[in-house]
């Protein structure tokens, strides 16, 4: 079936640091892929998508790239802030099912 | 639009009671979705819901766990008995039928003692 790989954590960086949080899929066909952040006491947010191979979304500063080649959908960010720190989530849509399957989150911390 | 809206934010109940969670979705949203969360096991799907009618149940755990949808604007998930194993942070969802693009409640924190 259809899953999502991500990066172990947590990931602890210093503030303006350079931020990867890896994540790799195994999908039928061609599914859309998220990443997600939730923030302390909250539910996820939708941060940035991607729906077709090349695709790069982007948000507040975060990018990820959809490789197909790779099946990866990496989360970056160039200059970090305290205020990213939160859970990441990485996605993909099960277009067929309509429903999400979510990677098992990578805590970020960044101290200042 | 204030959002997918949980209730109650905050749940401690004993061991073999009926707990029921609460959930209005955004207005207009066709798609309603249950999660639960622990540091174990991660965000899991439990069930959803398209137009009202229950798509998949499949990840509701057991017997024990019912939800229903009686109108576009409300849903709620039930445990009866609950048990300690049942305590977990439990996220409604709802989407405007772009998938996966999900607005999540700030989720019931459900306590079993």
């Known amino acids: 079936g259809n899953s999502v790989t991500q990066m172990e954590g947590p990931v602890t960086l210093s503030e303006e640091a350079f931020l990867t949080i890896n994540c790799t899929y195994t999908?039928?066909?061609?599914?859309?892929l998220f990443w997600y952040v939730q923030y302390p006491g909250e539910g996820l947010q939708l941060l940035l998508k991607?729906?077709?191979?090349?695709d790069k979304g982007s948000n507040k500063g975060f990018e990820a790239t959809y490789r197909k080649e790779t099946t990866s959908f990496h989360l970056e960010k160039g200059s970090v802030q305290v205020s990213d720190s939160a859970v990441y989530f990485c996605?993909?849509?099960?277009?067929?099912?309509?429903?999400?399957?979510f990677g098992q989150g990578t805590r970020l911390t960044i101290n200042p | 639009d204030a959002g997918v809206i949980q209730s109650p934010r905050h749940e401690v109940t004993e061991m073999g009671q009926e707990v029921t969670l609460r959930c209005k979705p955004i207005?207009?949203?066709?798609?309603l979705f249950w999660y639960r969360q622990t540091m174990m096991r991660g965000l899991e799907l439990l069930i959803y819901?398209?137009?009202?009618?229950?798509?998949?149940d499949s990840g509701m755990p057991e017997d024990r766990f019912s939800a229903k949808m009686p109108n576009a604007s409300f849903s709620t998930l039930k445990i009866q008995p609950s048990e300690p194993r049942d305590s977990a942070v439990y996220f409604c969802?709802?989407?405007?039928?772009?998938?996966?693009?999900?607005?999540f409640g700030q989720g019931t924190r459900l306590t079993v003692v």
């Open positions: 969802a709802s989407e405007p039928g772009l998938v996966g693009e999900a607005f």
């Open positions: 819901f398209n137009n009202n009618v229950p798509i998949d």
């Open positions: 999908a039928t066909g061609y599914p859309s």
């Open positions: 991607a729906t077709k191979a090349d």
């Open positions: 996605a993909l849509s099960d277009g067929g099912a309509q429903k999400l399957v």
């Open positions: 207005s207009g949203h066709n798609s």
